[in-house]
T-cell receptor, first 113, second 118 residues
Framework: GAGVSQSPRYKVAKRGQDVALRCDPI?????LFWYQQALGQGPEFLTYFQNEAQLDKSGLPSDRFFAERPEGSVSTLKIQRTQQEDSAVYLC???????????FGQGTRLTVV | AQKITQTQPGMFVQEKEAVTLDCTYDTSDQSYGLFWYKQPSSGEMIFLIYQGSYDEQNATEGRYSLNFQKARKSANLVISASQLGDSAMYFCAMRTLYSGAGSYQLTFGKGTKLSVIP
């Protein structure tokens, strides 16, 4: 596609439920980032992939968060046993190669009730 | 560690007037990049302008210019001739430019909500 696509756009989860958020980066983009944006805050880094390799996961807040990019294109961010503090917008971004301009998707708004 | 500070939670500007959005930063890196993004209500982060730490001239992109003062560690965004469509959240961000630094992730400020008044 022309841009970074994320699905679903909105997700409501009951506390304790597992969720999976999908990111389709721009075709051919090597780098892929996940960010978490809490209400009224700026995005915060979660994790980074270069092709299929997860090179940095220092921003993942707990072991309930897991991300994968098995074939170096589509990525999934999984949150297990969701809690209310997980409510946020999850943004995905991709770039052609490391260090080049990052293009963002529209995000997935997760609400945990 | 890198830190971005945006001290203006909200700003109002009259249509067709210019507005300056403040951004200060802190980093121990000598080589870094500074970015401004616009986030409309739709949620997407739209890249506006970039300034490298070694760039001697201030960056400009159409109606956007970046007032880069390295000694003061500030990177203010100036929007000239404001339009109604400029109403959005604006985020200042930075990242290292060192190769091999890892992921080149962006560090963002908390943002400034700009409202353009007709």
């Amino acid at each position: 596609g022309a841009g970074v696509s994320q699905s679903p756009r909105y997700k409501v989860a009951k506390r304790g439920q597992d969720v999976a958020l999908r990111c389709d980066p721009i075709s051919g983009h090597v780098s892929l980032f996940w960010y978490q944006q809490a209400l009224g805050q700026g995005p915060e880094f979660l994790t980074y992939f270069q092709n299929e390799a997860q090179l940095d996961k220092s921003g993942l807040p707990s072991d309930r968060f897991f991300a994968e990019r098995p074939e170096g294109s589509v990525s999934t961010l999984k949150i297990q046993r969701t809690q209310q503090e997980d409510s946020a917008v999850y943004l995905c971004a991709s770039s052609f190669k490391p260090g080049t301009e990052a293009f963002f998707g529209q995000g997935t708004r997760l609400t945990v009730v | 560690a890198q830190k971005i500070t945006q001290t203006q939670p909200g700003m109002f500007v009259q249509e067709k007037e210019a507005v300056t959005l403040d951004c200060t930063y802190d980093t121990s890196d000598q080589s870094y990049g500074l970015f401004w993004y616009k986030q409309p209500s739709s949620g997407e982060m739209i890249f506006l302008i970039y300034q490298g730490s070694y760039d001697e001239q201030n960056a400009t992109e159409g109606r956007y210019s970046l007032n880069f003062q390295k000694a003061r560690k500030s990177a203010n965004l100036v929007i000239s001739a404001s339009q109604l469509g400029d109403s959005a959240m604006y985020f200042c961000a930075m990242r290292t430019l060192y190769s091999g630094a890892g992921s080149y992730q962006l560090t963002f400020g908390k943002g400034t909500k700009l409202s353009v008044i007709p």
